[in-house]
């Protein structure tokens, strides 16, 4: 199993530029989230689904946008990318059962200049 | 969201064993405590969880206290390879506490 899989790994964009950030599971799982890891700290949820069709926001949302049109992928968007959304991105997912683990990707590195 | 507090780094000689410790006092009686662990340029990965036992697998060991206000992660002979931040997360039921909150983590630094 590939488990979660990220696209792209690295990319620069100008400020203003728009992307998608793909995240796909082959896990069948219910849940899937976004995070941002800036340098020196944890990991800061941005938006989450906890099913096809759904999202809700997490603590640092503000400029990004997400969908999640068929279970196994989760689509980070950037409508209008600013030098402070650089970061590492990560994408998880899980099933709804706090008893079992939460499967990450290997992230995105995302600069914006 | 229970909070954990986790000390910002600690030190070992490798093959000797690390304690990490993690305190929780407002823990709920479901949330479950799980541990997880980024090696540099990765993602986070699993490493252990538990309830009230204490448990065992091939990674760690994790110790609870009896009143579950504190737990610690347990790496029984540290390697290179476990140098790592290590992040304590109390985990609860309901779609609004599956998600995982992340704090800074211990940094944990492994000397030969």
């Known amino acids: 199993n590939a488990g979660v899989t990220q696209t792209p790994k690295f990319r620069v964009l100008k400020t203003g530029q728009s992307m998608t950030l793909l995240c796909a599971q082959d896990m069948n799982h219910e849940y899937m989230y976004w995070y941002r890891q800036d340098p020196g700290m944890g990991l800061r949820l941005i938006h989450y689904?906890?099913?096809?069709?759904?999202?809700a926001k997490g603590e640092v949302p503000d400029g990004y946008n997400v969908s999640r049109l068929k279970k196994q992928n989760f689509l980070l968007g950037l409508e209008s990318a600013a030098p402070s959304q650089t970061s590492v991105y990560f994408c998880a997912s899980s099933i709804p059962d706090q008893r079992t683990e939460a499967f990450f990707g290997q992230g995105t590195r995302l600069t914006v200049v | 969201d229970a909070k954990t507090t986790q000390p910002n780094s600690m030190e070992s000689n490798e093959e000797e064993p690390v304690h990490l410790p993690c305190n929780h006092s407002?823990?709920?009686?479901?949330?479950?405590i799980h541990w997880y662990r980024q090696l540099p340029s990765q993602g986070p990965e699993y490493v252990i969880h538990g309830l009230t036992s204490n448990v065992n697998n091939r990674m760690a060991s994790l110790a609870i206290a009896e009143d579950r206000k504190s737990s610690t992660l347990i790496l029984h002979r540290a390697t290179l390879r476990d140098a790592a931040v290590y992040y304590c997360i109390l985990r609860g039921w309901g779609s609004n506490d599956y998600k995982l909150s992340f704090g800074a983590g211990t940094t944990v630094t492994v000397r030969a």
């Open positions: 407002t823990i709920s009686g479901t949330d479950y």
């Open positions: 689904s906890v099913g096809e069709g759904t999202t």
